[in-house]
């Protein structure tokens, strides 16, 4: 197995509710992000704004203030996935990106 990367162990320790990510399911969670390397940032991003475009944002991005979602805009304009990361991480939704890589790219990166 590979070493994980200092980046993407933050991801799982700045979750705002531990709990919600089963303890044996943490390690998958690591590698899923790991695997991917940015992918799954990315590609929530794009998913949250087209939910905005349409009038039908995800809960935690319509959460979030003007400053918030700009910021989020520009890093994602700038592919950039460790800065969305981070904003996400200090508005407490680190959790849903792992939720996020759990539901959409498990099976995709499964050997």
Not at 22 to 28: A, G, V
Not at 47 to 65: I, M, R, V
Request: charged fraction near 30%; include cysteine; glycine fraction near 8%.
């Amino acid at each position: 197995m590979q070493p994980l990367s200092y980046y993407y162990y933050n991801v799982l320790e700045g979750l705002e509710k531990p709990c919600d990510v089963p303890t044996i399911h943490l390690q998958e969670g690591y590698d899923i992000l790991y695997r991917h390397g940015g992918r799954i940032e990315m590609d929530l991003m794009r998913k949250a704004e087209d939910g905005d475009a349409q009038g039908e944002p995800y809960h935690w991005y319509e959460a979030l203030d003007d400053e918030q979602r700009a910021k989020l805009h520009k890093a994602l304009d700038n592919r950039d996935p460790a800065k969305i990361l981070k904003i996400m991480q200090r508005n407490g939704y680190a959790g849903v990106l792992y939720h996020h890589a759990w539901e959409h790219f498990r099976e995709s990166g499964a050997a």
